[in-house]
């Protein structure tokens, strides 16, 4: 039993340890191409990733409708995606 729990956490690991290297991968991609956006794409996408508020908080400090804060987000994500895909 005790093998088999060890084996487990070991497996556990090796995944939280895979996810972190990607989490800075694209913490490293969006720190290269933030510059790239318009601002307030930036201020979306870091407000919404690295300083994680919600949709509702954003919408009420930025004075945009749920819609707007959508549309902005999914161009700038957009524009992340192709940056990214051209490396």
């Known amino acids: 039993m005790q093998q088999r729990f060890a084996e487990h956490m070991e497996r556990l690991e090796a995944e939280y340890d895979r996810l972190l290297d990607r ?6 991609m969006l720190a290269e191409h933030l510059v790239d956006l318009s601002d307030i794409e ?8 690295m300083r994680d508020k919600s ?20 161009r700038a ?3 992340l995606s192709k940056m990214q895909s051209t490396q």
């Open 42 to 49: 930036q201020a979306i996408i870091v407000e919404r990733y």
């Open 55 to 74: 949709w509702r908080q954003i919408e009420r400090e930025y004075d945009y409708t749920e819609d707007g804060i959508f549309t902005i987000h999914s």
């Open 23 to 28: 989490m800075r991968e694209v913490e490293d």
């Open 77 to 79: 994500i957009k524009k």
